[in-house]
């Protein structure tokens, strides 16, 4: 009976397959920043061990990791020292979210809030005094601007400009744009669609969709975080049951609801995670299997640096995107050293976090400027944030950057075949 | 996906072998389950450090021609043009080393011992004959509460060899910040502290302070420089005596730095890396590897026309060993256990020839894998996975990884 | 001192729990104590069973006696010794294989020897204790607890310490030095430099456990001792935070206890010859039926990586042929030599448990008093231990400090926190840093490495000291000669591997792997070292 049972002797608790060997030390941003934070594997695995002794062993502090996993990247062993951390303050951590916490948070509903004002908030917020009172009173750093609310939700335009020709493709796919593209960005879920239609797909949103809750669970808001994602779930599940995969543009949302809903939420995803993918990755995919083609224009010139978004290495999904991108003819590709930004979602944001968030990314912000691209691309919005903050240089999702590249007229051609 | 070569694993073999595929022009795919034994190194690459009867070893390449059939060097058609070849792909790599195969030199460890090797880093601290000391007088500087050089025990082994030692720490505002944690004082952090604050001329400040020309030599921690050796160098520079860096317990910076430099180095020569990842099936078409699977890209293909198995031994997970059996868990091939049931893998002395040690993948002549008894003519195996040698006790781990790498580099590209 | 006449009323043999508690009463009782051990405090089986604090269950079908003194010690433990004691409780499970109708013998027994055993609903049970078999079909609650014997043992010693006793470890007993029909004293040998000398005392006490026997024949005494191997299994961590038992008569691999970070599955019972008593090393046999037995407890013991293997060797009293030892009382056994032999001046305590050994010292601290006149009444039994004053409150500290305090109690005091030299951990496992090391160096009777794990589990988390050993080495005894340093980390290592082999796959090989190339590849620890030290006190 031993035989049978340690034939495998892989723990079902992961964190005792560390080694200690502590290369995940020497891959957290956050440890060599602040000497408060007990860094990766005293707060993973070494903690945990403890914690199953005594829950008193806990410590708020766990608070500081970014969750950007790069303690997993780099572990030879597989352990995910960064979910170790993230469920022990889901289950530990006795502190309540403030309220600044439950604004950043709650991104659908600041944007749901925010949009229909976006004439009078944008400026508003990037008024000296109503900084310095979120700075003061709300704890959100006067060094940050809010992302701009667009005029226009995405959902808005889609359902007036694009709804009515998408039945009119064979193929079709289910788009979950997430917060940005609906309340920041639209021009992301715009360029999504261009380019979907011209390889021949319809674009179609879900019956409901909710934020992943990246971010609540971030801010300690799990439970809500689950019954969003139990939503998204139910409206995914209908989609693929029409023969729709489910695709993004977002890392951080693909992987939240792929990885994270199971690992911390306990959300069942097993039926839906293999059809939710990231666009890049779906036309790298198509592409490969002859399924689609693309056509470029011959003027489009750009020298792109490609920046590995944390949650994009974690998913082990970076190839596809840059494939993608290097079919571009003209481009000059390169690859930024993969290396956290410091941002890490609405982590930055936080007055007490800011020092600290900008520490974190000064190595990429000098890796971008020895670089002197035209345009990072990235996948991940909160990069995309920090990165144009703190460089200057414009950020652009990858699908963005295909579909300003794209020769529209001959790939459709090439495509109707 | 389709590539001309996928390497599987991203150690010091494995990118030693992606690089070579890549400068001689071939599209390659690495595939690296986390980061990588470099990571516990000496900031020296030891090629063979003491032979099968236990003896140090000085001349390397003549040594290697006595060692037993089974070792990897036997499949390693010219030692020493693949070492040449293996040090000029660190320098292009931007890792400048010294030493050479008609000599080992010795290498100073964190206690105080020494060890035959064969290149090094430049700036470690090393020595040609290992009974004859080149200081008359050395300062030992550590950073205070820097807990990962014994700095007892150093000194011991120097004062044994006759030197006169004199131990003194220092510290600077930054570093005692990042003493406030109690366990994250380690080599990577001081690194990036002196980095990221500009540290280097207040560093050679305190040296200069504490030392004066009545030292012929300055030993300190090599904690300096996680992606270039820039900030290592222009510290030596600035300090008035001859100073030098000896390494510390993991994490070892300048292993970092290989492992970082070496990775860049593939990177910029279009190499496509999948990290973070690892190979859990094949797919095999009879006795020819067609594709492998890995744990993140869902049900993806990485296809190649050659294989290069690079994964490591059990602590790198390149071998697993359950309740009853060895394996290789990647691609089920063959694994040569020495015909050993468990109760006889490890012996009761820690310092025994431990028999696990030398298990391995079996190969061939020329380091194909077998699988099911059958040889596998698009797969090979390079570096630790390698059965037939014990590492630790010959000193030899990244010879074998580079040499091997490069060996079946040239089988491939022929 | 080698040549002075050193006079005590009393020597006890032996740094298990029973000697140190023996030395506690006696010097609470006012007698002047000297305590002497060959190697460490807690080698024997002290420091090598389940860490368990019986309620006495196990033996109330088979041995009503011991389970009366068990349940009894019990309570008086968590009284005295909180520091030691993690009131865990426990449970007695029934499985299909087992006879269910032994449950009712089983809690009418524990009733009458005082346990209060409890039927509860399987169910019940599963969720006061998620990792038990789900397969039982019945449960009873008992109060069982974990308990640290090498905290107890230490805190006892210090307790002797604060009332006068002197203690000596190191020190092995050669010789009993009779003047015709009386013990007189022991000649001591320092297990370190080889040196001899004389003490003298009005009484011996023989508190040496299995090695007790040996004791006795120095002076001529016959003890028929029967020495029962048990071997142990311990886990990464803990996988149950309650005592899991079998509901039957006790056999084979049947308990499986909490304890600290960790659990341990045990034990096997048999015979071994006394002279392998000083070797004991566990069998591929003994690990298969641990594990197998094990899981029929906690099934997820077949998921959990095992970090090392150990055996002790109980102390019993023959009396019959039972080859097991199974059978046999683990009540207590006070030899008044004078009577039973013939020889004044010598007793020996024996046989019982470690549970028990706070009564063991009594009754043999009584028989002391009694020929010494001594009319002064046991107090071990209020009178709490150095460190379990009061219960601490873990929540204001840091990682280390709960770790510290979890394993010193009050005496945490000593120990400096809170500033940055002091606070950094050289064990990262288990959180000891360089303030508990400087502590339990400078107070806790610390002469090497093994020493100092025993004192701090420094080396017994997960890498089994694959990085904080270094570190430790080079922070410990300064003043010490490197060399000696170097033999006592190598030394170390192979004493962290003995464990380690018997259950050397899966990720113990990996990390056996890693510790060697670090050792011996990167530090090259094994060229340096010079001795090899390996008589049994570093085991």
Same mark, same amino acid.
């Given at each position: 009976m031993a035989t049978e049972t340690q034939t495998? %002797?892989?723990?079902? %608790? %992961?964190?005792? =397959?560390? &080694?200690?060997?502590?290369?995940?030390t020497v891959y957290c941003p956050v440890s060599a920043v602040t000497p408060l934070y007990p860094g990766p594997k005293q707060a993973g695995p070494d903690g945990e061990r403890y914690r199953l002794k005594d829950k008193e062993f806990f410590n708020e502090a766990l608070k500081m990791c970014l969750n950007c996993k790069r303690c997993e990247v780099a572990c030879p062993n597989d352990v995910h020292i960064g979910d170790i951390i993230q469920a022990a303050r889901i289950k530990y951590s006795t502190q309540k979210p403030k309220l600044r916490d439950m604004m950043l948070a709650n991104t659908d509903f600041m944007g749901s809030m925010a949009s229909p004002f976006a004439p009078i908030v944008n400026p508003m917020l990037k008024l000296k005094p109503v900084k310095g009172i979120l700075h003061g009173v709300m704890g959100i750093d006067k060094h940050r601007t809010f992302p701009n609310y667009a005029h226009q939700k995405f959902e808005t335009w889609f359902k007036k400009e694009a709804a009515p020709q998408q039945? =009119?493709?064979r193929k079709h796919v289910t788009y979950f744009h997430g917060c940005y593209a609906n309340y920041n960005y639209p021009q992301l879920g715009k360029d999504f669609v261009k380019v979907m239609n011209a390889v021949g797909y319809g674009v179609h949103l879900l019956e409901k969709e909710k934020c992943c809750g990246v971010a609540l669970i971030a801010n300690g808001l799990a439970e809500q975080a689950k019954r969003q994602g139990e939503v998204n779930m139910a409206s995914m599940r209908k989609a693929i049951a029409k023969g729709h995969p489910v695709l993004t543009t977002s890392s951080t949302c693909t992987f939240t609801m792929r990885d994270e809903y199971d690992h &911390? &939420?306990?959300?069942? %995803?097993h039926d839906v995670r293999d059809s939710i993918s990231l666009v890049t990755r779906f036309l790298q995919q198509l592409i490969e299997k002859g399924e689609i083609k693309l056509a470029f224009r011959a003027d489009y010139r750009k020298r792109i640096a490609y920046h590995s978004a944390c949650h994009m290495e974690r998913m082990g999904w970076v190839p596809y995107s840059t494939r993608l991108l290097r079919m571009i003819p003209n481009i000059d590709f390169v690859m930024l050293e993969s290396q956290c930004c410091g941002i890490s979602g609405t982590y930055g944001f936080k007055k007490e976090n800011y020092e600290r968030s900008q520490a974190i990314g000064e190595g990429l912000f000098q890796n971008i400027k020895e670089v002197h691209p035209d345009c990072v691309a990235t996948e991940c919005e909160t990069c995309k944030w920090q990165i144009e903050m703190s460089t200057g240089v414009p950020v652009m999702n990858p699908i963005s950057i295909i579909a300003e590249a794209l020769d529209v007229e001959e790939t459709r051609k090439l495509n109707e075949k | 996906m389709k590539f001309d070569v996928i390497i599987i694993g991203g150690g010091l073999s494995g990118l030693t072998a992606s690089i070579a595929l890549a400068e001689a022009g071939k599209e390659v795919a690495l595939v690296s389950a986390g980061q990588n034994s470099l990571h516990f190194g000496s900031g020296s690459f030891d090629l063979l450090g003491f032979d099968e009867q236990g003896k140090a070893v000085s001349e390397p390449i003549a040594a290697i021609a006595q060692l037993s059939e089974k070792h990897p060097y036997k499949k390693v058609q010219d030692v020493e043009k693949l070492a040449q070849q293996a040090k000029q792909l660190l320098e292009k790599a931007k890792i400048a080393t010294f030493g050479d195969t008609t000599s080992n030199h010795w290498r100073i460890t964190p206690v105080g011992a020494l060890m035959p090797t064969w290149l090094s880093v430049e700036g470690m601290v090393t020595v040609q004959e290992p009974n004859q000391m080149p200081w008359r007088k050395v300062a030992l500087i550590n950073i205070q509460n820097y807990l990962d050089l014994p700095t007892k025990f150093l000194a011991a082994g120097l004062r044994e060899r006759g030197v006169e030692v004199d131990v003194k720490a220092f510290t600077l505002p930054e570093l005692q910040a990042l003493r406030q944690s109690p366990t994250e004082m380690r080599s990577t952090n001081i690194a990036k502290v002196i980095e990221q604050h500009n540290l280097i001329a207040s560093v050679a400040d305190e040296v200069n302070r504490l030392t004066s020309n009545d030292y012929d030599m300055v030993l300190l921690p090599a904690v300096l420089g996680i992606k270039s050796n820039a900030q290592a160098d222009q510290l030596l520079q600035l300090i008035k005596t001859p100073a030098n860096y000896v390494a510390t317990l993991p994490p070892s910076v300048s292993g970092v730095r290989i492992a970082t430099l070496l990775r860049k180095r593939f990177t910029e020569l279009g190499g496509t890396f999948f990290t973070g990842d690892q190979v859990v099936e094949g797919v095999w078409e009879g006795e020819t590897l067609k594709g492998v699977k890995t744990a993140k890209l869902d049900g993806t293909v990485l296809e190649a026309n050659h294989f290069i198995l690079a994964t490591g031994s059990f602590m790198s997970r390149g071998l697993a060993a359950d309740y009853t059996h060895v394996y290789e868990p990647a691609l089920g091939v063959d694994v040569d256990d020495l015909g050993l049931d468990r109760t006889n893998?490890?012996?009761?002395?820690?310092?025994?020839?431990?028999?696990?040690?030398?298990?391995g993948v079996k190969t061939d002549a020329n380091l194909h894998c077998e699988r099911a008894g059958k040889t596998i003519a698009n797969l090979y195996a390079v570096g630790s996975i390698l059965s037939g040698h014990n590492t630790i006790k010959r000193l030899d781990a990244a010879g074998v990884d580079m040499l091997t790498a490069l060996q079946v580099v040239h089988n491939i590209v022929k | 001192m080698n040549t002075q006449r050193k006079n005590y009323d009393v020597v006890v043999i032996g740094g298990g729990i029973t000697g140190a508690g023996t030395a506690r009463d006696c010097a609470m009782r006012g007698l002047k104590v000297l305590l002497v051990e060959r190697y460490d405090f807690s080698t024997g089986a002290t420091g090598r069973n389940h860490g368990l604090l019986h309620s006495g269950a196990r033996y109330a079908v088979t041995d009503p006696d011991s389970a009366t003194e068990c349940i009894q010690e019990n309570m008086i433990l968590r009284k005295i010794a909180r520091h030691c004691v993690e009131e865990t409780e426990g449970l007695f499970i029934t499985l299909p294989e087992d006879d269910l109708n032994y449950q009712a013998t089983f809690v009418q027994k524990c009733t009458e020897a005082g346990i209060r055993a409890e039927i509860i609903d399987p169910k019940l049970a599963k969720i006061m204790e998620p990792a038990v078999n789900p397969e039982i079909i019945g449960a009873v609650k008992i109060p069982d607890a974990s308990v640290d014997p090498f905290r107890l043992t230490m805190a006892n010693v210090l307790d002797a310490q604060l009332h006068g006793a002197e203690v000596l470890v190191?020190?092995?007993?050669?010789e009993l030095i009779i003047e015709q029909t009386r013990v007189v004293g022991v000649k001591l040998r320092n297990n370190h430099n080889g040196e001899t000398f004389n003490v003298y005392a009005s009484i011996t006490i023989n508190a040496a456990g299995i090695w007790g026997t040996l004791i006795a024949q120095m002076a001529g005494v016959k003890i028929n001792m029967f020495p029962a191997k048990g071997s142990l299994l311990i886990f990464g961590h803990r996988v149950n935070n309650m005592v899991i038992n079998r509901c039957r008569k006790p056999a084979n691999a049947d308990i499986l206890v909490p304890d600290d970070a960790v659990c341990v599955i045990g034990t096997t019972s048999d015979r071994v010859p006394i002279e392998e008593c000083d070797y004991m090393r566990v069998t591929p046999e003994e690990v298969e039926v641990l594990l197998t037995e094990g899981m029929k407890l906690a099934p997820s013991l077949g998921t959990t990586r095992i970090l090392r293997a150990y055996a002790g060797v109980r102390p019993l009293v023959a009396s019959d042929d039972d080859p097991t030892g199974r059978s046999i009382s683990r009540g207590i056994v006070t030899l008044d030599h004078e009577k039973r032999d013939g020889l004044a001046g010598f007793a020996t305590i024996t046989g019982g448990k470690m549970m028990t050994y706070r009564l063991m010292a009594e009754q043999v601290t009584d028989l002391a008093c009694q020929k010494l006149g001594v009319t002064k009444t046991c107090q071990t039994a209020t009178t709490p231990l150095p460190g379990s004053e009061k219960k601490p409150?873990?929540?204001?500290?840091?990682f280390a400090q709960k770790a510290s305090e979890g394993r010193h109690g009050t005496l945490d005091a000593n120990v400096k926190h809170g500033d940055v030299s002091n606070d950094a951990l050289v064990c990262e496992c288990e959180g000891v840093s360089v303030g508990e090391v400087r502590y339990a160096v400078t107070k806790l009777h610390v002469h090497n490495l093994i020493n100092l794990r025993r004192r701090t589990r420094v080396g017994m988390g997960t890498c089994q000291g694959e990085l904080c050993a270094c570190r430790t080495a080079g922070v410990m005894g300064e003043e010490d000669g490197a060399q000696r340093a170097i033999n006592d980390l190598a030394g170390f290592m192979n004493e962290r591997w003995k464990g380690m082999q018997p259950v050397a796959w899966g990720d113990n090989l990996a990390e056996a792997q890693l510790t060697a190339t670090i050792y011996q590849g990167l530090l090259g620890v094994d060229k340096l070292a010079k001795e090899r030290r390996l008589e049994y006190y570093e085991i």
């Open positions: 495998k %002797n892989v723990s079902v %608790n %992961n964190f005792e =397959q560390c &080694l200690k060997c502590s290369i995940c039945d =009119q493709y &911390l &939420l306990g959300i069942d %995803n | 893998w490890a012996k009761i002395e820690v310092t025994d020839p431990q028999p696990y040690m030398e298990m | 190191y020190h092995e007993v050669v409150e873990l929540k204001k500290y840091s």
